[in-house]
């Protein structure tokens, strides 16, 4: 059966990745990063759940504490707040340097081992006015890339489904593939009940709203 390595952070655009992958006929193996975000526990708990909701078996879970040590996000230094405005122009504050790219090699290290052709990702380019590693161009040079760094007959392709899709189409069509939303989490500050204020809330109840669809996530403040 042929193999990817989905990356799946527990939120609802990586768990609906991974059930696309699923219907595509991919056995998956699971990776997931505890790189001393704010909200560690918790996605890791949303990990397991989304992992075991799939059935799946082969699973990594990777620490990346020099994300803390590096700081500069406000997702892994606890001195910068989480913005609570509304979405605003530039790069957040939330941007965490590369991680994207972080991730995408590691995901290509274990699928050479693993013998995996495929590598999800649930990047959406809807992010990327803030986060530059969310862009098709910065998937695609990460595509040139594992294939230059690879062994001549390792043949690793990155799969992008949701990259051009807004939540709503996303909200939709993780409902179309069955993604348990209400085990998923996406909010960037809080462990108990989503604050439904930080920019990942704002866009995810965005698109619920847009898509006519009630978002089974609790939440602080709708």
Known sequence: MKKAVVILSGGMDSSTAAYI?????YEIIALHFDYGQRTQSRERKAFEAVCDALGVGGRYVIDLPFFAQIGASALTDSSIEVPTGGIEPGIPVTYVPFRNG?????????AEKEGAEAIFIGV??????GYPDCREEFIEAMQKAIKLGTKEDTDIRIHAPLIHLKKEDIVKKAVEYGVPLELTWSCYSQ???ACGVCDSCRLRLKGF???GIEDPARYVCR
């Not at 959406?124 to 006015?129: G, R």
């Open 209 to 211: 709203e847009k898509a």
């Open 21 to 25: 992958a699923k219907s595509r006929g």
């Open 102 to 110: 972080i991730f995408l090699s590691i995901a290509a290290a274990v």
């Open 124 to 129: 959406v380019e809807e992010d990327s006015s």
């Open 191 to 193: 462990e108990e009940e």
